[in-house]
């Protein structure tokens, strides 16, 4: 009898809910969003960068960052929550975020730094690099010698959004991504 109770009151709560409606109550258009761009380095002039978010709502939903070599195959993959990303915070509606997602991947937003040569100098005695009120951090792992070494290179560099206050700089070096550090930035 117990068993015959709960199944009836599972039926019932799963006919109580409109299709359409989330566990919430209310209607959502889901966050599905996608964007493209190219990241045309010597190195790889067929790189590309994408990213979506996918979600119940765009307060809610997951954005991945996803770095193909030419060939299509993935060197770099991220998941972000939006509402921690400068770039994506503000987004509230797929288009929105269709948008914000552009703006993201879009590698001629990083114009301050778009290859190695371009990181701030790391000084003999100093605890990481200087860059005055833009403090840059070194990866866990990167001592000084890589870190010039990477400078010295001149290698393509992709830096993106990944916090509020921070950029994420990954070098491509023989066909990989390599974590160089957080370039932070007032926010």
Same mark, same amino acid.
């Given at each position: 009898?117990?068993?015959?109770?709960?199944?009836?009151?599972?039926? #019932?709560?799963?006919?109580?809910?409109?299709?359409?409606?989330?566990?919430?109550?209310? #209607?959502?258009?889901?966050?599905?969003?996608? +964007?493209?761009?190219?990241?045309?380095?010597?190195?790889?002039?067929?790189?590309?960068?994408?990213?979506?978010?996918?979600?119940?709502?765009? +307060?809610?939903?997951?954005?991945?960052?996803?770095?193909?070599?030419?060939?299509?195959? *993935?060197?770099?993959?991220?998941?972000? #929550? /939006?509402?921690?990303?400068?770039?994506?915070?503000? +987004?509230?509606?797929?288009?929105?975020?269709?948008?914000? #997602?552009?703006?993201?991947?879009? *590698?001629?937003?990083?114009?301050?730094?778009? $290859?190695?040569?371009?990181? *701030?100098?790391?000084?003999?005695?100093?605890?990481? *690099? !200087?860059?005055?009120?833009? /403090?840059?951090?070194?990866?866990?792992?990167? $001592?000084?010698?890589?870190?010039?070494?990477?400078?010295? +290179?001149?290698?393509?560099?992709?830096?993106?959004? !990944?916090?509020?206050?921070?950029?994420?700089?990954?070098?491509?070096?023989?066909?990989?991504?390599?974590?160089?550090?957080?370039?932070?930035? /007032?926010?």
């Amino acid at each position: 009898m117990r068993a015959v109770l709960i199944t009836s009151l599972v039926c #019932l709560a799963l006919v109580a809910c409109a299709p359409g409606e989330s566990e919430h109550g209310s #209607l959502s258009e889901g966050c599905d969003a996608r +964007a493209v761009a190219t990241w045309n380095t010597q190195a790889d002039p067929n790189a590309s960068i994408e990213a979506n978010t996918t979600g119940p709502d765009c +307060a809610r939903a997951v954005a991945t960052l996803i770095i193909r070599n030419g060939s299509g195959e *993935p060197i770099y993959s991220a998941t972000h #929550l /939006p509402s921690q990303v400068m770039t994506l915070a503000q +987004a509230s509606t797929p288009a929105a975020m269709q948008t914000a #997602l552009q703006e993201w991947v879009d *590698p001629a937003t990083n114009t301050t730094m778009q $290859t190695t040569g371009a990181l *701030p100098e790391w000084p003999a005695n100093a605890e990481s *690099p !200087q860059n005055g009120e833009f /403090p840059f951090y070194p990866a866990e792992g990167v $001592t000084r010698e890589d870190y010039n070494e990477l400078r010295s +290179a001149n290698l393509p560099l992709y830096c993106y959004v !990944q916090g509020m206050e921070s950029l994420n700089c990954l070098a491509l070096r023989d066909g990989a991504l390599e974590s160089v550090g957080l370039q932070s930035f /007032p926010g």
